[in-house]
């Protein structure tokens, strides 16, 4: 099956640092998604990209789709407090209603 | 703001039991899911239902599984003989038919313990 790996697993950062992790594919991605899981609640969407290459903001968010389709990125700047949580990327295909999920990257932020 | 609810918050049942998570979509929705997510890994897809049928479905989503939209507002998954493994959070999503896939709301799911 479809594989996501993100890196890194996990990240102690200080407040007011830039965040950057990434996730790669096995296969090819039309859509790639990028959600932010809080602790007992479901994935709230961030960012969602169609195109190869694409570059997109949401406030301190920038999120890329990679030009080969296999991989993309998600960058924080500016972290603050309320940025912990657990980030996943996910892909999704034309025609297909499944979204396949990352192994996520845990953000924590040091006092 | 619109949202999608879940109950029970957490549901303990021995293994071997039948279990139904319910699911309330929000209102005008008219795809909707079924993700699960063992404690500390991925989430993981498990079905898509539209049009009163089964879209799409995963592997993890075999015989012992099954979905239902008894009412105008509910969608429930049934597991009929709970096996620890099954132990997990259960998401149920829903999105609207004009959005495209990324317009799945994530409900804040049901944990599921099986002892």
């Known amino acids: 099956g479809q594989q996501l790996n993100q890196s890194p697993q996990s990240m102690f950062i200080q407040e007011g640092e830039d965040v950057s992790m990434n996730c790669t594919s096995s296969?090819?991605?039309?859509?790639w998604l990028w959600y932010k899981q809080d602790p007992g609640e479901g994935p709230v969407l961030l960012i969602a990209?169609?195109?190869?290459?694409e570059l997109t903001s949401n406030g301190r968010l920038t999120a890329q789709f990679g030009i080969t389709r296999k991989d993309s990125f998600l960058n924080i700047s500016a972290s603050i407090p309320s940025d912990v949580g657990i980030y996943f990327c996910?892909?999704?295909?034309?025609?297909?209603?499944?979204?396949?999920f990352g192994t996520g990257t845990r953000l924590t932020i040091i006092p | 703001e619109p949202e999608v609810t879940q109950t029970p918050s957490h549901q303990v049942t021995q293994m071997g039991q039948e279990v139904i998570l319910r699911c309330v979509p929000i209102?005008?929705?008219?795809?909707f899911y079924w993700y699960r997510q063992i404690l500390g890994q991925k989430v993981e897809f498990l079905v898509s239902?539209?049009?009163?049928?089964?879209?799409?479905k995963s592997e993890i989503f075999d015989d012992q599984f099954s979905v239902e939209r008894p009412d105008g507002s509910n969608f429930t998954l049934k597991i009929r003989s709970t096996k620890l493994e099954d132990s997990a959070m259960y998401f149920c999503?829903?999105?609207?038919?004009?959005?495209?896939?990324?317009?799945?709301?994530f409900g804040p799911g049901t944990r599921l313990t099986v002892l």
């Open positions: 999503a829903s999105r609207a038919r004009t959005s495209g896939v990324h317009g799945q709301f």
């Open positions: 296969s090819i991605f039309n859509t």
């Open positions: 239902f539209y049009n009163n049928e089964i879209s799409e």
């Open positions: 209102s005008n929705h008219l795809y």
């Open positions: 996910a892909g999704a295909n034309f025609g297909n209603e499944k979204l396949t």
């Open positions: 990209l169609y195109k190869a290459g």
